[in-house]
């Protein structure tokens, strides 16, 4: 059986070629077999990498970024692949590659989120639930400061992290949407 580092080295050199293919690819995390995401990727360093993220109707919904040491498995070309292919219709994070620092994924992500002024969701030391949601206040050479949105809309303090603390950051992916949403109805209220 293959210690850590050689799995991750092999992962690394999977997920460089679909880098640099930008082949769509499923992604299996923490030892899941039946649940993952599909996308193609933005960005890479030797032990985190972004990509695009699509749903199950072909919608790109965000960036997700994962620590390359959680994927447990990578499918290519699979029927569904060429399903959310085939019903990709719209491209909001096209470009977004050209935003990220290979040498610097999560803070490239959480600097983008912050001037787009968008939501983010991250998990810290590799924790299975999200820690924050929110709006990136200020980021620093290894600290963010958060501004927490609850999951009725409504801002609910701040919070402080280590950048070197995310393990998972996901990017307007469908729930961040959805508490932007809220956000803004709660921030101009009806007369």
């Known amino acids: 059986m293959p210690n850590k580092t050689e799995r ?3 992962m690394i ?6 880098y640099k293919t930008q082949k769509f690819a499923e992604f299996y995390t923490d030892g899941e077999t039946d649940v993952f995401q599909v996308g ?3 960005a890479l360093s030797d032990d985190m990498f972004a990509f695009r993220a699509f749903s199950i109707n072909g919608d790109q919904i965000g960036v997700v970024a994962y620590s390359v040491n959680r994927i447990s498995q990578i499918q290519t070309e699979t029927k569904y692949i ?5 019903l990709c219709d ?3 994070y096209a470009d977004i590659s050209k935003d990220i620092d290979d040498d610097r994924i999560m803070q490239s992500l959480l600097e983008t989120a912050l001037g787009r002024k968008e939501i983010v969701s991250v998990k810290l030391l590799e924790n299975d639930d999200y820690n924050i949601i929110g709006f990136p206040e200020s980021v620093g050479d290894d600290e963010c400061k958060f501004k927490i949105i ?3 809309g409504f801002e609910d303090g701040f919070a402080y992290a280590k950048i070197s603390d995310i393990s998972e950051l996901a ?8 508490y932007l949403r809220l ?3 709660n921030a101009s209220p009806c007369e």
């Not at 050199?13 to 679909?18: R, V, Y």
């Not at 060429?82 to 085939?86: L, V, Y």
């Not at 990017?171 to 959805?178: D, N, P």
Request: net charge neutral.
């Open 13 to 18: 050199g999977i997920l460089k070629e679909l």
């Open 40 to 42: 193609n990727i933005v």
């Open 82 to 86: 060429e399903k959310i292919k085939k």
């Open 171 to 178: 990017f307007m992916t469908e729930k961040e949407r959805r």
């Open 183 to 185: 956000w803004k109805i």
């Open 8 to 10: 991750d080295n092999y």
């Open 90 to 92: 719209r491209d909001d």
């Open 150 to 152: 609850d999951e009725y």
